[in-house]
């Protein structure tokens, strides 16, 4: 569900979450799959390959002008040579790249009287989690900690347009049951 693509200076990661649907904030969510690539096409692809594996609906993530230039050139060369293409939302409080909100909504999902992200099995996710310095919350850019960015953006998102689902749960329960149905 959710992506932050790099150029290649810098690795690239997909994290894909399930949320537990309730109609009582906050949803658990869980880390369903992640990965990181340093090639935008690999990235590209483990995204799509990620998206028929588990059904994801959107990938949510800064859209920056250069990112949405460099995104339109992948996905048209992509289309000339038969491949499936990737489109991505922008998620909620990405625009200037900055770390520092991504993070914000992490530790307010991770702390322990609160934990409603459970990431058990994540080597890439723990890892950037006990590397990630808390000083550097204030100039780090979501290009340094990719997977922490993703991962941020993923529940940033998520948490917005959580709250409209709870607005109307009868709509968002036909929606299940749609899509559970369609699957078989």
Do not use: W
């Not at 009582?24 to 992640?34: C, G, R, T, V």
């Not at 935008?40 to 995204?47: I, V, W, Y």
């Not at 990112?67 to 000339?80: G, M």
């Not at 998620?91 to 770390?99: E, K, L, R």
């Amino acid at each position: 569900m959710g992506r932050h693509l790099s150029t290649g200076r810098t690795p690239g990661a997909v994290i894909i979450c399930a949320e537990e649907f309730t109609l009582k904030p906050p949803a658990q969510i869980f880390l369903a799959d992640e990965a990181q690539e340093s090639a935008t096409d690999n990235l590209m692809q483990r995204a799509l390959d990620f998206r028929a594996l588990y059904q994801v609906q959107e990938f949510y993530g800064r859209r920056d002008k250069d990112f949405y230039r460099f995104l339109s050139f992948l996905n048209a060369d992509r289309r000339q040579r038969g491949l499936k293409t990737l489109e991505t939302l922008e998620a909620p409080n990405s625009a200037d790249g900055n770390i520092s909100f991504p993070i914000g909504v992490l530790r307010a999902r991770l702390s322990p009287n609160k934990k409603t992200i459970h990431l058990s099995g994540s080597k890439l996710l723990m890892a950037a989690l006990q590397e990630f310095q808390m000083g550097t919350v204030s100039t780090a850019k979501d290009t340094e900690f990719p997977v922490l960015a993703s991962l941020g953006y993923v529940v940033s998102a998520l948490n917005e347009y959580a709250d409209y689902d709870r607005d109307r749960p009868e709509e968002a329960e036909m929606e299940y049951n749609f899509e559970s149905i369609m699957d078989r």
